[in-house]
């Protein structure tokens, strides 16, 4: 409260301590409704020229003075990008601050990205085209000869893998700038921290527990490349990718030194003294599983790298809202998995029980088993012929299932699982779609300038980023722009109406707590009072009995009338 009067009453929120932070960076990480107040001070309207002007040098660090802290992000997107503050994403500096950035050199940054990504995602697409164990085996077929299959299998395979060591090279290397740095910061932090507790009395012990309590969140606070579940996701397709190029390596090298020709590319007389166990399994059977579950392994790498195409769309808007309700309506297939498991499991076990057929089509074993219940999931009927004719031998009896009981399972599966299920999946993801495109645009600009944070702190060289903020210095202060009131006006509409119903809704809690107190008071004096009230109203009957009894003896005893003496 005493910082935003403060601010009401004038104080600039655009002020930069001796160790380079930000205010408003606090205001973001503790007061962010305070901090939406004060970057009005930054924004300027004029409505009669329909112009307004931003100033967005006060939201960077000077380029001009080198600070304590100068190895960190202080501006203040990365602090609002740090607190995942969506409301502040709608304040009109912060959006202009992210235009100024996406344009000079965020947009190009990330394109680049994107086609060094798109070349990637090719390549391994390639080798999934290209590299089938069967054709290894088929070199010397009229259509395809082994030195074609050789370049070609050994050309895609090459680019694909040295792609991928780039890649993860630099996965290293933004994971190692990530952490050293937090780590620097939370030294920092944590010196800060201690030196206060030594100025702080032993008598004012909640201050002891706030800093306390601060220098455990700095403990255990986590770098800004581990808040990223991208990032999480990419490891997850490096360890596929890794184990999936070796296993294909292992494959073409087998193949080349059991053709042991030197006009082979893979041909090395280096080896060709190999163990007798090693010649051995590249000459049985389980070499071609192996070839086998490596193009298995292959496929569910090239869909993982595919899904990974989201992380570079997002940062533009016409798609960044779409990945971003794509992303979390994985949590709603988790939960209706679970609904599913817990009925398919048991009907599994009891179509199984009921119909199994050794050798057959729908019901043969277990695989075929789960299959034909999914397929069934999915109005697919054409096994039911097949429950009907299904029978057991029992001594010299054979037995079938009754058909009633055939229809009440299959009845029973189509009921819970392709109406109730499937429309429970379907309303709830209606649900998530809804509740979260009220936010999507705002959380795709989040996702934006998560982007412009990194690649200014990790893709711009020192020159290039003192170039950008003496830009800021020099060109955006003020920043001018178009204005058109009447859109400001709509906000400010929304943002009344908003901040109306937030107070009628303080209002009436406040009321009713007023009420709930008063009737506690009422009952506390009412239980206080009730013995003195009962004790008074008997006192009061005894008192008008004794009157009334004292009354009628005095009127006996006392004078008589004349009619009474006659």
């Given amino acids: 409260v005493s910082t935003q009067s403060t601010g009401e009453a004038g104080a600039k929120a655009g002020i930069i301590d001796k160790t380079g932070q930000h205010t408003l960076c606090a205001m973001v990480e503790k007061m962010p409704r305070v901090a939406?107040?004060?970057?009005?001070?930054?924004?300027?309207?004029?409505?009669?020229?329909?112009?307004?002007?931003?100033?967005?040098?006060?939201?960077?660090?000077?380029?001009?003075?080198?600070?304590?802290?100068?190895?960190?992000?202080?501006?203040?997107?990365?602090a609002i990008v740090s607190a995942r503050e969506l409301k502040l994403m709608n304040h009109p500096v912060i959006r202009q601050m992210i235009k100024t950035k996406w344009g000079k050199f965020g947009q190009f940054r990330s394109l680049i990205n994107l086609l060094i990504y798109l070349v990637y995602l090719l390549s391994w697409t390639a080798v999934v085209f290209i590299y089938q164990p069967w054709k290894l085996e088929q070199m010397n077929g009229e259509t395809i000869t082994s030195k074609t299959i050789d370049w070609a299998n050994i050309a895609s395979v090459c680019v694909a893998i040295i792609l991928f060591l780039c890649m993860l090279v630099d996965e290293f290397k933004d994971l190692y700038q990530s952490q050293t740095t937090h780590s620097r910061y939370k030294e920092w932090r944590s010196k800060q921290i201690e030196r206060d507790l030594q100025y702080v009395p032993k008598k004012l012990t909640e201050e002891r527990e706030y800093l306390q309590n601060q220098a455990e969140i700095v403990r255990s606070s986590k770098s800004r490349y581990q808040q990223d579940p991208w990032n999480w996701f990419d490891w997850f397709c490096y360890v596929f990718m890794f184990v999936t190029s070796i296993c294909i390596l292992t494959c073409l090298y087998g193949k080349s030194l059991r053709d042991s020709n030197s006009e082979s590319f893979w041909y090395w007389g280096a080896f060709a003294s190999e163990p007798h166990w090693i010649q051995t399994w590249r000459t049985s059977k389980s070499y071609v599983e192996f070839a086998l579950w490596t193009s298995r392994l292959m496929c569910i790498t090239v869909v993982l790298i595919w899904f990974k195409l989201f992380k570079y769309?997002?940062?533009?808007?016409?798609?960044?809202?779409?990945?971003?309700?794509?992303?979390?309506?994985?949590?709603?297939?988790?939960?209706?998995?679970?609904?599913?498991?817990?009925?398919?499991?048991?009907?599994?076990?009891?179509?199984?029980?009921?119909?199994?057929?050794?050798?057959?089509?729908?019901?043969?074993?277990?695989?075929?088993?789960?299959?034909?219940?999914?397929?069934?999931?999915?109005?697919?009927?054409?096994?039911?012929?097949?429950?009907?004719?299904?029978?057991?031998?029992?001594?010299?009896?054979?037995?079938?299932p009754e058909v009633h009981w055939t229809d009440f399972l299959v009845c029973y599966w189509l009921l819970v699982g392709a109406i109730i299920i499937l429309n429970l999946f379907i309303a709830l993801m209606s649900d998530t779609f809804q509740r979260v495109f009220n936010n999507a645009v705002e959380v795709a600009l989040l996702e934006r300038a998560t982007i412009i944070c990194y690649i200014e702190f990790n893709g711009l060289s020192y020159v290039r980023k003192r170039s950008f903020l003496r830009y800021l210095k020099e060109e955006c202060a003020p920043l001018e722009a178009y204005y058109d009131y009447d859109d400001d006006e709509d906000e400010d509409v929304t943002e009344q109406t908003f901040e109306l119903v937030k107070t009628v809704q303080s209002v009436v809690v406040a009321q009713r707590t007023e009420i709930s107190k008063l009737q506690e008071t009422v009952r506390h004096l009412t239980r206080v009072l009730e013995p003195g009230i009962e004790a008074q109203s008997n006192f009061k009957f005894k008192g008008s009995g004794l009157s009334s009894g004292s009354s009628g003896r005095r009127g006996r005893s006392g004078p008589r009338s004349g009619d009474e003496k006659r």
Avoid: C
């Fill in 36 to 78: 939406y107040r004060a970057l009005d001070q930054f924004h300027v309207k004029n409505r009669g020229g329909r112009q307004q002007f931003f100033y967005l040098n006060y939201l960077e660090p000077d380029p001009d003075i080198d600070h304590e802290l100068s190895f960190l992000d202080m501006s203040v997107l990365g």
């Fill in 313 to 400: 769309v997002r940062v533009y808007s016409f798609l960044g809202p779409f990945v971003v309700i794509l992303v979390n309506t994985t949590r709603d297939i988790v939960k209706i998995l679970f609904v599913i498991v817990v009925f398919f499991i048991p009907t599994v076990a009891v179509f199984y029980h009921f119909y199994h057929n050794e050798g057959g089509p729908w019901f043969g074993g277990v695989r075929e088993t789960i299959f034909t219940v999914f397929r069934m999931l999915l109005m697919n009927d054409s096994s039911y012929d097949e429950m009907k004719k299904t029978s057991h031998t029992i001594g010299d009896t054979t037995v079938k």
